[in-house]
């Protein structure tokens, strides 16, 4: 309880998210000219939060996920809508999120996925320029108040972890 930690006691539980330092010191969205989809690939996997690499495609963890375990699927080539995408593109992109949803399913037990891509900024897309299909467990019973009143995600494992659990299950 914060009335027994040094300083002024209050009533408010805290929240320790310390990887949403990077969304606070750097804003959501990237530069206009520097694609984060590109330069995940160019990273060691832990700093681009990749988890696997295939021929044409990759898999990472969002980095602003709206749930423990939020992968996304891309192809490496810069690409911005689906229909632009190459045959061997969107085989191996569904191949991949086949594969994520049954690591997710081991990893975190998950019941239910939310699988999906947003093409062009008004249909919603965060990244509208580079093609990306997202995939989200769910869990029975994971909405509670935070995302409705206060629009607060609690994720309850860090990035890097899930990272690593998720990496260590994926098959070879």
């Given amino acids: 309880m914060s009335s027994e930690l040094p300083g002024v006691p209050d009533h408010f539980q805290r929240l320790w998210t310390p ?17 984060p989809f ?12 990749i988890v696997h690499r295939g021929e044409t495609c990759f898999v990472l963890l969002n980095l602003f996920p709206y749930n423990t375990g939020h992968l996304m699927v891309c ?3 810069h690409v911005g809508m689906y229909d ?11 191949v991949l999120t086949q594969t994520a949803m049954r690591v997710l399913s081991q990893v975190t037990r998950c ?21 990306h299909q997202h995939i989200v467990p769910r869990w029975s019973l994971d909405s509670n108040f935070f995302p409705i009143i ?4 609690a994720l309850p494992i860090l ?6 659990d998720i990496q260590a299950a994926w098959p070879a």
Avoid at 19 to 35: H, K, L, N
Avoid at 38 to 49: K, V
Avoid at 111 to 131: E, P
């Fill in 150 to 153: 206060a629009k607060t995600k």
């Fill in 84 to 94: 632009q995408a190459t045959t061997d593109e969107v085989a191996e992109m569904a």
């Fill in 19 to 35: 990887y949403r330092m990077v969304y606070i010191r750097q804003g959501q969205m990237p530069e206009e000219d520097a694609c």
């Fill in 159 to 164: 990035l890097e972890d899930m990272r690593q």
């Fill in 75 to 77: 192809p490496y080539r």
């Fill in 38 to 49: 590109c330069r995940a690939p160019e990273l060691q996997d832990d700093e681009g939060l």
């Fill in 111 to 131: 019941q239910g996925f939310n699988i999906g891509m947003n093409q062009g900024r008004i249909a919603g897309a965060g990244i509208a320029d580079h093609l």
